[in-house]
DNA sequence: TTCGCTCTGTTCGCTTGCGTACATCCAATG
DNA sequence: CATTGGATGTACGCAAGCGAACAGAGCGAA
């Protein structure tokens, strides 16, 4: 890897000096899948941008009820309120997929960014882009069948991995979705009897992504449009 | 009202001068109930401060599925994603009682944000708290049920009118929790039965505080909670 | 006073997802 | 090769909420 290039997109997005100087000040991490970034109260000490992984933030109310809130990959980051000034997050924040992550001091990114009006603004951005999606998250997981999130799981999944595979079990997305695993087991064996899915003991492909696409709930549409209209160009 | 303070909570929080510089550049307007002050895609121009008023976000899927995302009231600020750089918003925002805002030309309030950090950190800092806030409503909105997210929803008209009585129909309520009107009466009804409530067309009287709280999801406690730590001291 | 509109109460069958339990099947390990 | 543990398939009754429809009740306007 080139040290101005980063496979975070975000991160490629700011100019060359400042995307110097966060590389300069980062470390490279390898991360397993399973790993625990990081558990309710937890300072937001370190901001994390992935480049070839993807992570999940999980908010638990109790052992058995729980969902993921945000899904990050190479597209975003990892501790968006920590540059907006809250110290401690209520998730649980989980490593879905392995792979390395660019991992930055809450401090020294807070210095650069003081410093650096442009990534102030593009960050501020993913910030807002971030509340939006939350938004359409609350609607989503409200309203749509478990098929559907489903569906656009698997997509932004796919769409963070760039990979019509991955790794994932139906105990893990129930989890993720909120719902019961054999919730999961069904909507998922629906989809593969349509040859939408393929999938065994963990291992998932996509065989066909318009189909998908189109069983998936609007919002994936639209969280993909939010972030696209808001931060490329 | 003396220039130097307001009702709203963000805003009398920043110090002296700061404050004196949002009010001077800020008219004060007075909106009534059903006010439509955005709809989906309109360029978020200005930033409002409700004093006395309760102001609704609302993410509409389409004529049938939609459902309140955020509630604004004296405590907090309408315009968050604005002051990130987000140019639209998704919702349709309407006022849910009236009430006087102090209104401030997004661009005006950038320009003070630049030159006083204290308003920079104090309001990203509402940002930040929002953010969790929407997390925590998604969570909610998945898992609770209607007796215990509406008993929410009346506390938090409550806590942003400093009231025990307010002006709601079963039917705006349902349209914010995104659930049936039938569901709000049966549930209201219980809440009645048991003399937590009282009401009647469109009047709404609580008369056990503690029972409401007792009832009300977590979620209304957690959001409290997130506030206070981070934006009281 | 009467009409009309809004707000509230109640009912129907229906669908989705829940909680639980158990059966099967595959892969890794010894 | 046999065992074991994880992953998946399937079944059951149950509860919450849905969509639709209609009935009564109160308030304001004519």
Request: hydrophobic share 40%.
């Amino acid at each position: 890897m080139n040290t101005l290039e980063s496979s975070n997109q975000l991160i490629n997005h700011l100019d060359a000096p400042a995307r110097k100087l966060i590389l300069k000040h980062s470390d490279e991490l390898l991360l397993s899948t399973g790993t625990v970034l990081g558990q309710p109260g937890d300072a937001n000490e370190y901001v994390y941008f992935p480049m070839n992984c993807v992570i999940a933030l999980m908010l638990q109310q109790n052992e058995e009820k729980g969902m993921e809130i945000c899904l990050v990959g190479r597209e975003g980051m990892l501790g968006v309120e920590a540059i907006l000034g809250v110290n401690e997050s209520p998730y649980l924040i989980l490593v879905q997929n392995e792979g390395s992550v660019l991992r930055i001091a809450t401090e020294q990114l807070m210095k650069i960014i003081a410093r650096h009006p442009s990534v102030e603004q593009h960050l501020h951005l993913y910030a807002g882009v971030l509340m939006q999606q939350l938004a359409q998250s609350s609607l989503c997981s409200h309203y749509h069948a478990v098929q559907a999130r489903l569906a656009r799981l698997i997509l932004m999944f796919r769409d963070r991995l760039h990979s019509n595979t991955m790794q994932l079990t139906h105990g893990l997305l129930a989890d993720m979705l909120g719902v019961r695993r054999v919730g999961v087991t069904k909507a998922a064996g629906a989809l593969q009897k349509r040859r939408i899915l393929r999938y065994a003991r963990g291992h998932i492909e996509i065989t066909n992504e318009g189909a998908l696409e189109a069983i998936s709930c609007v919002c994936y549409a639209t969280d993909k449009a939010t972030y696209d209209t808001n931060l490329i160009e």
